[in-house]
């Protein structure tokens, strides 16, 4: 009986090693970007491993059929790794508000927009806000009363959410998200609208792409609006790999090693997870985005945290859309010098308690934009029209878009 308890706990032992190793070879495997070479490997692994197992238990239990053994233990460690590693969690899509429409563009892109239509005849362009993240696809239905204000002063608004986030379509090809694409799907949109040009208001990671898209398309933008506007290009430096979101309890395998290995190699991390399951993970991990409550207030002026709908949050946003899309504009060549000299009206914001880089942002631009104005908003974080604010944010853009002193 002895001998046969120590036999079960080695190959207790000898199997979670096991395990672990055909999962290391999965993971290590995701770099090549190759889902059915790591499946492969994966399973090899485990037969290999198997028969390992099986000669030692057969040798100790004195067992011929060492093979039969080493198929069995093969077969346990390949079901544990297909249920853990090959079946994705199931994440229900995000439903569309009420009052949505889309745009089924000539790309492939489904778009998913909310138009407020101008209240008062005017020639105005057409206003059309970007929203941050990238992948954080919040704001369509939100701060709709700060909004209307434009439409009530004449000019029609489309908020949209970005292709990959939001209520928007996910791409079947991830490697398709890229800044192009998304400067792509904005001019195809500025064709849907039939706008000869746009008001571009780009907010957070919005102004990055306006101002990428600037670069490309210069005579299509009226004007410009940046709201704690992103830079339109940094140098790539591969993130650390997040070990800590291997303790996540509240994550499947799958999305911890994707989690874990996105800020290092997003690519590599979507063959580990899907994109549903990376909205997930990044919804649970960070304790429901948390981190955006955070940015967007003063820190004397936090407002406690309201109950989160998980699932819900999980469907809007994509943690593989934000590290490929920053990995493209990174990797990318700078657009700075098709930006030098624009003259396109610029009104650049920003809160008192947004990060630290805003006085870098503010020389950087000031020397590319000539038509460019800034100002700051005193007691407003990364998003500038909470209360108190809310009011002036919106009349000093409205007295910009009309050529009023503010």
Request: glycine share 10%; hydrophobic share 45%; proline share 4%.
């Amino acid at each position: 009986m002895g001998s046969r308890f120590i036999t079960l706990i080695v190959l207790l032992i000898a199997g979670a090693i096991a395990l672990f190793l055909a999962i290391a070879l999965y993971t290590l495997l995701s770099f090549t970007h190759q889902l059915w070479l790591m499946r492969i490997g994966a399973i090899a692994s485990c037969l290999v491993l198997g028969q390992i197992l099986g000669a030692f238990v057969g040798r100790r239990l004195g067992r011929q059929d060492r093979g039969r053994v080493g198929w069995a233990i093969a077969g346990v460690l390949i079901a544990f790794l297909s249920v853990s590693l090959f079946v994705p969690r199931s994440v229900p899509a995000a439903v569309a508000p009420v009052g949505t429409q889309f745009w089924q563009l000539s790309n492939g892109s489904r778009i998913v927009y909310l138009p407020l239509f101008k209240e008062q005849s005017s020639n105005y362009p057409p206003i059309v806000f970007l929203h941050g993240g990238p992948g954080l696809g919040l704001s369509l239905d939100r701060d709709l009363n700060f909004f209307t204000r434009f439409a009530q002063a004449g000019y029609d608004l489309y908020k949209y959410d970005q292709v990959g986030s939001g209520f928007s379509s996910r791409l079947a090809d991830v490697r398709q998200y890229t800044i192009a694409r998304q400067v792509e799907d904005l001019e195809l949109i500025r064709q849907q609208i039939g706008a000869t040009q746009m008001i571009l208001w780009g907010q957070s990671w919005g102004g990055s792409l306006a101002m990428n898209y600037l670069a490309q398309y210069p005579d299509r933008v009226a004007k410009m609006i940046l709201t704690s506007s992103g830079t339109y290009w940094w140098p790539w430096q591969p993130g650390a790999i997040q070990w800590s979101a291997l303790r996540d309890g509240r994550l499947s395998l799958r999305e911890r090693l994707g989690y874990a290995i996105a800020p290092h190699n997003p690519l590599a991390a979507a063959q580990l997870m899907t994109q549903a399951e990376s909205g997930y993970a990044w919804a649970v991990s960070t304790e429901g985005l948390d981190f955006i409550r955070l940015i967007q207030y003063c820190p004397d002026a936090l407002p406690p945290r309201s109950s989160l709908n998980l699932l819900d949050l999980a469907g809007r946003v994509n943690l593989l859309v934000n590290r490929l899309m920053t990995q493209s504009v990174t990797q990318g060549i700078s657009p700075r010098s098709q930006l030098v000299g624009n003259s396109t009206p610029i009104l650049y914001l920003r809160g008192s308690c947004d990060d630290g880089r805003s006085l870098i942002q503010k020389q950087d631009y000031q020397e590319i934009f000539w038509g460019m104005r800034s100002v700051q908003i005193a007691g407003a974080g990364h998003k500038l029209w909470n209360a108190p604010n809310t009011e002036n944010v919106a009349e000093m853009i409205l007295a910009f878009l009309q050529g009023k002193a503010f």
